[in-house]
């Protein structure tokens, strides 16, 4: 049997069609992820040769490369790397890359001192120790997640890093639907399609852990944004 990671991100690219969301919300408080895109946005013109890890269907990367001299995409999951590739196609972008692992999981196909910047959105953090490699020294790897604050900040401090930043927005997503809230649970790693008919009880059971009114049900939207410099 293969890596469990990359079977589940293997069938949620062959079911979703990718990572983009498909459920219907609306974000209230801090919101982690436009801050995310603001700092890349002012730091990629500085940092012109850029890795996505965990790129997933590229199509973040894809926003990204507006900015960016080279920027390249890499996942584990191969049917992932195949979307990324269709939508590289469909944009017809000639300064974008994306390359599969080899389904290796910390261990990446670039040479030393590729990247001015490696960033994950809400990829791994396991990337943390071959990254050191792959960056110029003076190079910053940046991320956001939604959990793994001491997982992150433990994995800077052992490959030893430099710690710019790491802020917490506590927002919260309110979703329109039971459906939406199935759809959004389905997304959560490891997890089972909550769509399925015979997931129903489940569903209700989790739904009533949350705030539920007439406007939706609220479940929270927590971002951890991070940033360390590599000193060589
Ligand atoms: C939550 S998705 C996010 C995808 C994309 N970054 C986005 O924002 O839409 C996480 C992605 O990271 C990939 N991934 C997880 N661990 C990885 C690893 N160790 N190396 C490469 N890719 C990994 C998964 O296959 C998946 O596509």
């Known amino acids: 049997m293969g890596h469990l990671g990359i079977e ?71 049917n992932m790397i195949r979307l990324a590739e269709r939508h590289k196609r469909e944009a017809a972008l000639t300064n974008v890359d994306f390359v599969w692992t080899g389904g290796r999981v910390e261990v990446y196909p670039f040479p030393d001192r590729a990247f001015d910047l490696i960033y994950s959105r809400r990829g791994p953090t396991s990337h943390l120790a071959d990254a050191r490699r792959m960056l110029r020294p003076g190079g910053l790897v940046a991320g956001i997640h939604s959990g793994d604050r001491e ?25 329109k639907t039971l459906r939406d809230l199935a759809l959004w649970l389905s997304r959560i790693p490891g997890a089972p399609d909550y769509t399925a008919p015979e997931m129903a009880g489940d569903l209700e059971r989790i739904a009533s852990t949350y705030e539920r009114s007439n406007r939706g049900i609220t479940v929270p939207h927590w971002r951890f944004i991070w940033v360390a410099r590599w000193n060589g």
């Not at 974000?27 to 002012?42: H, K, Q, S, V, Y």
């Not at 590229?58 to 995409?73: F, H, I």
């Not at 900040?153 to 790491?166: D, F, H, I, P, T």
């Open 8 to 78: 589940w991100y293997n069938a949620v690219a062959a079911r979703d069609g990718g990572y983009r969301r498909t459920w219907d919300s609306e974000f209230e408080g801090p919101d982690g992820e436009t801050a995310f895109t603001g700092w890349l946005r002012r730091t990629i013109p500085s940092h012109p040769r850029v890795l996505d890890v965990g790129c997933g269907d590229g199509l973040y990367t894809l926003v990204m490369s507006s900015l960016a001299e080279r920027v390249t995409g890499t996942d584990y999951a191969e």
């Open 151 to 175: 997982r992150v900040l433990e994995r800077l401090a052992v490959n030893g890093y430099e710690l710019l930043a790491g802020d917490e927005y506590a927002g919260t997503e309110r979703l």
